[in-house]
T-cell receptor, first 117, second 112 residues
Framework: GAVVSQHPSWVICKSGTSVKIECRSL??????MFWYRQFPKQSLMLMAT?????????EQGVEKDKFLINHASLTLSTLTVTSAHPEDSSFYIC?????????????FGEGSWLTVV | AQSVTQPDIHITVSEGASLELRCNYS??????LFWYVQSPGQGLQLLLK??????LVQGIKGFEAEFKRSQSSFNLRKPSVHWSDAAEYFC??????????FGAGTRLFVKA
């Protein structure tokens, strides 16, 4: 089946620094990718929709200048958490929708744990 | 507003007993419906999905779900639970825009 890979799986960074998380579709092209955040023992909350070659669409309440999303190719979207703070510590998950499909199946990555100290 | 509701925060079931996890959705039209499972610290695994057609959907690991339009529900069932089924289960829905909305999740505990 289709595989979505996230890197890194976990990262620890100092408060005030920036950290980048990659989301790659390994065996398919994805015009659209999605970024979610999941706090401990909570559900997944959609942060933004990443569109290849155009600006991401952010959900209400998500700071676009803090969570930079770049979808430079059909297989890669990146999420950069800028000036990270401890409250940004969370589980970040991406998903991707294959471009060559008429269905509505999307594939999720394994997630990336971010801890800001 | 579009929403997915999972009424049960957690459920405890004896191993070998049957399981039903509830899910209700609120959308303007029938969305695409999904059930995912998440083990602690792990990503999501798709159990099953409903797009159209037969309202009883078979998934992996012996799970099934039934779509009931009249009740706006998509409940997940398993006839006999195994200890390895203990995890967090998320019901989710999306429309043509492919944005997926997740329910709050139901934590399943399995007792011996």
């Amino acid at each position: 089946g289709a595989v979505v890979s996230q890197h890194p799986s976990w990262v620890i960074c100092k408060s005030g620094t920036s950290v980048k998380i990659e989301c790659r579709s390994l065996d398919f092209q994805a015009t659209t990718m999605f970024w979610y955040r999941q706090f401990p023992k909570q559900s997944l909350m959609l942060m933004a929709t990443s569109n290849e070659g155009s600006k991401a669409t952010y959900e209400q309440g998500v700071e676009k200048d803090k969570f930079l999303i770049n979808h430079a190719s059909l297989t890669l979207s990146t999420l950069t958490v800028t000036s990270a703070h401890p409250e940004d510590s969370s589980f970040y998950i991406c998903s991707a929708r294959p471009s060559q499909t008429s269905g509505n199946t999307i594939y999720f990555g394994e997630g990336s744990w971010l801890t800001v100290v | 507003a579009q929403s997915v509701t999972q009424p049960d925060i957690h459920i405890t079931v004896s191993e070998g007993a049957s399981l039903e996890l509830r899910c209700n959705y609120s959308y303007g039209a029938t969305p695409y419906l999904f059930w995912y499972v998440q083990s602690p610290g792990q990503g999501l695994q798709l159990l099953l999905k409903y797009f159209s057609g037969d309202t009883l959907v078979q998934g992996i690991k012996g799970f099934e779900a039934e779509f009931k339009r009249s009740q706006s529900s998509f409940n997940l069932r398993k006839p006999s639970v195994h200890w390895s089924d203990a995890a967090e289960y998320f019901c989710a829905a999306s429309t043509g825009g492919f944005k997926t909305i997740f329910g709050a999740g139901t934590r399943l505990f399995v007792k011996a």
